[in-house]
C-alpha cells in the first residue's frame, strides 16, 4: 500500500516571487483552475498581506475553485494573519499559512529578535490562527539553517499552539539531502506531539538540489511537498511540481509513495504557466520540455523502434503530451469553441466567449490549422488583456535592405477610469522595424524603460505559425516581462511591449501603495 503525499503548490505565491512572473488577477485564476484540474491538494494563492492586488487575488482564487484547499500565506503578525483569513475563508477548504524565521542569522539580522521572542511570536501566531481555522500550516523559515534543537522547540509549541502541517523550508537552497533527511527524521523523533502534524517539506534550487532534497525528506517522514510548476519562483526558484510528482510516480515501487495529481494535466499546467508569463518552457527542461520525449541518436532510435521502454522510462502521453490537436477551423461554431476551452479549463462568460470566438473566426482566415496553443494564446490576449491601460489599435511598418530606414507609425489606445478611451498616433525611425515600434509606443506612452531580452518563438510548427514575442523590461529596479502572439512577429513584438508596459505600471502602482513590502 502506498501512502499519500499531499502536493501544496505556490506556483501563485513563491513562484509569482520570481523576477518577471507577475500574474494579473485573470491570469492567476486561470492558473488556479488549472492546478484545480490538475488535482494539487491545496493552491497557496498569494500573501494578502502584500498588497491591496495580492489580497483580491487571493479572494478572488479562493472564490473560483471548489475541489482544492486554498492557503494565504501571512507572517508571524495579527494584522496579517487577519487579512490573510479575510481573503481565503470563503474557500471551500481555507488554510492559513504563517511563517517566523528560526536561524540565527535571520533572527539577529533581518528580525532583530531574541530566539525566545521569536519562540512566543510563532506560538501566539498559530494559537491566533487555530481561533479561526482549525486547518492551520506553519512555517519555519530558514529552517535548514536553524539550530535543530531550537527548531524542535518552536515546531513542538506550533503543534501544541494549534498547526496541523509544520513546514522546514529550505528557504535559501543550502542543504543537501542527507543532511535534509537527518533533519526532518530528527524533528520528527524529538519534538514533542509530531505525529499530530503532517511534516511538509518546501526547498528552493540554489544548488540545483531542490528536488533531491525534497524527495529525501519524503523518504524521510515528510508528507506534504511544496513545488511549483515549471520550478518557478525565488531565485534558482523551488522544487518543480512535475518532476517530484512524476519521479514518484515512475519510481513507485522505490518510494511507496503516491499523489493524488492527475499527471496528464502536467504538460497542460507548464503551457499555461509558460504562456502566461511569457517564457517558454526551455527545450531541456526534465518532463515537460520540447527535448525530453526526443531521441535523435540512430541507436536510440533503433532502440525505440523495437521497444519503446528502451529508452523510454514514460510516456509524453502520461504527462498529458498528446501531439497537437487541431482545434477549430473556418467553419467550426461556437459550441465547438466551447467544447475546446471547456476540455484545456477555461470557463468564459457569454461576453468572453463571443470576444474570443471572434478573434478565431479572424485568425481562421489566415491561418489553415487552429491549434490548443493558439487558442490559448487568444485567450490571454483578447479576454485577460481586454481592460489593460494601453492597447494597440493599428501599425504599419516600413523596413528593407538600406537605403530609406525603417520606420514605422502606430495607433494605441489610452484608458483612464472613468473617462472614454482616447486614441493617440505616432511615427518614428528605427534601426529596424522592431526598434522603430518600439520608439513610437515609448514616445506615445512618454515610457523608456531599459530593454532586458527580446525573444521570439512560434507558438506551433508550420511556415504559418504565430509568433510569440516575450519582452522584459526594467525601469527603476521594477522588471516586467510581456508576451504578444501574432501571425506577424512585428505585430507581436507591439504586443508584447505594450503589454510589459502594461504591467510595469500596475507593478509601480503596487509598490507605491505598499512600500514595506
Ligand atoms: O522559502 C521559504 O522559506 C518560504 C516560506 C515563506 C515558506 O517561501
Ligand atoms: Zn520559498
Known amino acids: 500500500m502506498s501512502e499519500r503525499v499531499f502536493i501544496f503548490d505556490t506556483t501563485l505565491r513563491d513562484g509569482e516571487q520570481s523576477p518577471g512572473a507577475t500574474m494579473n488577477l485573470d491570469e492567476k485564476i486561470s492558473m488556479a483552475r488549472q492546478l484545480e484540474l490538475l488535482g494539487v491538494d491545496i493552491i497557496e494563492a498569494g500573501f494578502p498581506a502584500a498588497s491591496r492586488g495580492d489580497f483580491e487575488a487571493v479572494r478572488a482564487i479562493a472564490g473560483s475553485v471548489k475541489e482544492v484547499q486554498v492557503a494565504g500565506l501571512c507572517r508571524s503578525v495579527t494584522r496579517d494573519i487577519d487579512l490573510a483569513w479575510e481573503a481565503i475563508k470563503d474557500a471551500a477548504e481555507p488554510r492559513i499559512h504563517t511563517f517566523i524565521a528560526t536561524s540565527d542569522i535571520h533572527m539577529r539580522h533581518k528580525l532583530n529578535k531574541t530566539p525566545e521572542q521569536v519562540l512566543e511570536m510563532a506560538e501566539a501566531a498559530v494559537r491566533h490562527a487555530a481561533a479561526l481555522t482549525s486547518n492551520v500550516e506553519f512555517s519555519a523559515e530558514d529552517a535548514s539553517r536553524s539550530d535543530w534543537a531550537f527548531l524542535a522547540r518552536v515546531v513542538e509549541r506550533a503543534i501544541a499552539a494549534g498547526a496541523t502541517t509544520v513546514n522546514i523550508p529550505d528557504t535559501v537552497g543550502y542543504a543537501q539531502p542527507q543532511e535534509y533527511a537527518e533533519l526532518i527524521g530528527y524533528l520528527m523523533a524529538n519534538a514533542a506531539g509530531s505525529h499530530k502534524a503532517v511534516f511538509s517539506v518546501h526547498c528552493h534550487n540554489d544548488l540545483g538540489l531542490a528536488l533531491a532534497n525534497s524527495l529525501a525528506a519524503l523518504v524521510a517522514g515528510a508528507r506534504q511537498a511544496e513545488v511549483t510548476v515549471s520550478g518557478i519562483g525565488e531565485r534558482a526558484g523551488n522544487a518543480a511540481l512535475e518532476e517530484l510528482v512524476m519521479a514518484l510516480a515512475t519510481r513507485k515501487e522505490y518510494y511507496g509513495l503516491e499523489t493524488g495529481v492527475n499527471t496528464e494535466q502536467i504538460y497542460p499546467a507548464c503551457r499555461r504557466l509558460s504562456q502566461i508569463i511569457g517564457q517558454p518552457i526551455p527545450p531541456y527542461k526534465a518532463i515537460v520540455g520540447t527535448n525530453a520525449f526526443a531521441h535523435e541518436s540512430g541507436i536510440h532510435q533503433d532502440g525505440m523502434l523495437k521497444n519503446r521502454l528502451t529508452y523510454e522510462i514514460m510516456t509524453p502521453e502520461s504527462i498529458g503530451r498528446k501531439g497537437t490537436d487541431i482545434v477549430i477551423?473556418?467553419?467550426?461554431?461556437?459550441?465547438?469553441?466551447?467544447?475546446?476551452?471547456?476540455?484545456?479549463?477555461?470557463?468564459?462568460?457569454?461576453?468572453?466567449?463571443?470576444?474570443?470566438?471572434?478573434?478565431?473566426?479572424?485568425?481562421?482566415?489566415?491561418?489553415?490549422?487552429?491549434?490548443?496553443?493558439?487558442?490559448?494564446?487568444?485567450?490571454?490576449?483578447?479576454?485577460?488583456?481586454?481592460l489593460d491601460r494601453y492597447r494597440l489599435v493599428d501599425m504599419s511598418v516600413f523596413s528593407g535592405t538600406g537605403g530609406v530606414p525603417p520606420?514605422?507609425?502606430?495607433?494605441?489606445?489610452?484608458?483612464?477610469?472613468?473617462?472614454?478611451?482616447?486614441?493617440?498616433?505616432?511615427?518614428?525611425?528605427?534601426?529596424?522595424?522592431?526598434?522603430?515600434?518600439?520608439?513610437?509606443?515609448?514616445?506615445?506612452?512618454?515610457?523608456?524603460?531599459?530593454?532586458?531580452?527580446?525573444?521570439?518563438?512560434?507558438?506551433?510548427?508550420?511556415?504559418?505559425?504565430?509568433?510569440?514575442?516575450?519582452?522584459?523590461?526594467?525601469?527603476?529596479?521594477?522588471?516586467?516581462?510581456?508576451?504578444?502572439?501574432?501571425?506577424?512577429?512585428?505585430?507581436?513584438?507591439?504586443?508584447?511591449?505594450?503589454?510589459?508596459?502594461?504591467?510595469?505600471?500596475?507593478?509601480?502602482?503596487?509598490?507605491?501603495?505598499?512600500?514595506?513590502?
Open 407 to 517: 520606420h514605422a507609425a502606430v495607433v494605441m489606445e489610452f484608458m483612464a477610469e472613468g473617462a472614454a478611451a482616447e486614441q493617440r498616433r505616432h511615427s518614428a525611425f528605427g534601426e529596424g522595424p522592431v526598434d522603430a515600434v518600439f520608439t513610437c509606443i515609448s514616445e506615445l506612452t512618454g515610457l523608456a524603460p531599459r530593454l532586458l531580452r527580446y525573444q521570439v518563438n512560434a507558438v506551433t510548427g508550420g511556415t504559418d505559425a504565430q509568433g510569440a514575442v516575450t519582452v522584459r523590461i526594467e525601469d527603476a529596479g521594477t522588471i516586467s516581462v510581456g508576451r504578444g502572439t501574432n501571425e506577424d512577429i512585428i505585430v507581436a513584438s507591439a504586443m508584447a511591449y505594450i503589454n510589459a508596459l502594461n504591467r510595469l505600471e500596475k507593478l509601480k502602482e503596487e509598490k507605491r501603495e505598499c512600500p514595506t513590502l
Open 329 to 386: 477551423g473556418k467553419h467550426s461554431g461556437s459550441h465547438a469553441l466551447k467544447a475546446k476551452l471547456r476540455e484545456l479549463g477555461y470557463q468564459l462568460d457569454d461576453e468572453q466567449l463571443a470576444l474570443l470566438f471572434k478573434a478565431v473566426k479572424e485568425l481562421a482566415d489566415k491561418k489553415e490549422q487552429i491549434f490548443d496553443e493558439d487558442v490559448e494564446a487568444l485567450v490571454l490576449e483578447k479576454v485577460y488583456r481586454r
